[in-house]
T-cell receptor, first 114, second 113 residues
Framework: DQQVKQNSPSLSVQEGRISILNCDYT??????FLWYKKYPAEGPTFLIS???IKDKNEDGRFTVFLNKSAKHLSLHIVPSQPGDSAVYFC?????????????WGLGTSLAVNP | NAGVMQNPRHLVRRRGQEARLRCSPM?????VYWYRQLPEEGLKFMVY????????ESGMPKERFSAEFPKEGPSILRIQQVVRGDSAAYFC???????????FGSGTRLTVV
C-alpha cells in the first residue's frame, strides 16, 4: 500500500535545462510535504517543503508545486546542474495520534548531464 | 552543533552474530527515527523513539530487531542473529519534536557475510 508514489525511478536531464520530479499521494489527510535529496553513501538531506494550504513554494533554483485536487506535487529544478545528480525522495506528513508520521516515496534518481 | 552522528559507518557481521548500530541525535533533539534502505529500494521506516520510550515500532520486524533510546547515551538499533537479508543501509534521523521533518545521519552500512 504505497501512499506516496514516485512513478519515475529515474530521470536524465541536460545541464541548464529544467528537471521536473513528480510525486502522487493517496491520503487526503497529508498536510505537509517535503523533498529530500540523497547522494550515494550519505544520508538524505532536506531540500524544500510545502504546506497543504499553499500551492507553491520557491527557494532559489528549487520550486515545489502542490495540486491538492489531483493529489500531486512536483519539484522543479531550474537550471539543473551536474551537482544536482542524486536520488530525490518525496515525503508526506500526517498527524498520527499525538505525533506525526512521515510517509516516503521510493525515490527518483536524477542524472544531470554536462 | 554537530549533526546526527551514526557509528560505525560500515559494519561487517557473519551470519548469526549480533549487530549494534548507534545513533547520537543532534543536540536538543529528543526524537529519534530509524530507517532502513535495502539495495535498490527506498527508505523504509522502522521505529520512532523518544527518550526511554518507543512511540511507533510498526516498521520493525517482530523478531531479532530491537531499539532503545536511553535517558543517557545514544539510541541503539540491535539486530540479533543477523542473516544475509539484513544487509542494508540503516539511517537514523532526529528532530526536536514530532513535527514535520527531520535531520538524517550518514548511515551505517551493514554487510552480513
Amino acid at each position: 500500500d504505497q501512499q506516496v508514489k514516485q512513478n519515475s525511478p529515474s530521470l536524465s536531464v541536460q545541464e541548464g535545462r529544467i528537471s521536473i520530479l513528480n510525486c502522487d499521494y493517496t491520503n487526503s489527510m497529508f498536510d505537509y510535504f517535503l523533498w529530500y535529496k540523497k547522494y550515494p553513501a550519505e544520508g538524505p538531506t532536506f531540500l524544500i517543503s510545502i504546506s497543504s494550504i499553499k500551492d507553491k513554494n520557491e527557494d532559489g533554483r528549487f520550486t515545489v508545486f502542490l495540486n491538492k485536487s489531483a493529489k500531486h506535487l512536483s519539484l522543479h529544478i531550474v537550471p539543473s546542474q551536474p551537482g544536482d545528480s542524486a536520488v530525490y525522495f518525496c515525503a508526506a506528513s500526517v498527524k498520527a495520534g499525538n505525533n506525526r508520521k512521515l510517509i516516503w516515496g521510493l525515490g527518483t534518481s536524477l542524472a544531470v548531464n554536462p | 552543533n554537530a549533526g546526527v552522528m551514526q557509528n560505525p559507518r560500515h559494519l561487517v557481521r557473519r551470519r548469526g552474530q549480533e549487530a549494534r548500530l548507534r545513533c547520537s541525535p543532534m543536540k536538543g533533539h529528543s526524537h529519534v527515527y530509524w530507517y532502513r534502505q535495502l539495495p535498490e529500494e527506498g527508505l523504509k521506516f522502522m521505529v520512532y523513539l523518544q527518550k526511554e520510550n518507543i512511540i511507533d515500532e510498526s516498521g520493525m520486524p517482530k523478531e531479532r530487531f530491537s531499539a532503545e533510546f536511553p535517558k543517557e547515551g545514544p539510541s541503539i538499533l540491535r539486530i540479533q542473529q543477523v542473516v544475509r537479508g539484513d544487509s542494508a543501509a540503516y539511517f537514523c534521523a532526529s528532530s526536536p519534536g514530532s513535527h514535520y521533518g527531520y535531520t538524517f545521519g550518514s548511515g551505517t552500512r551493514l554487510t552480513v557475510v
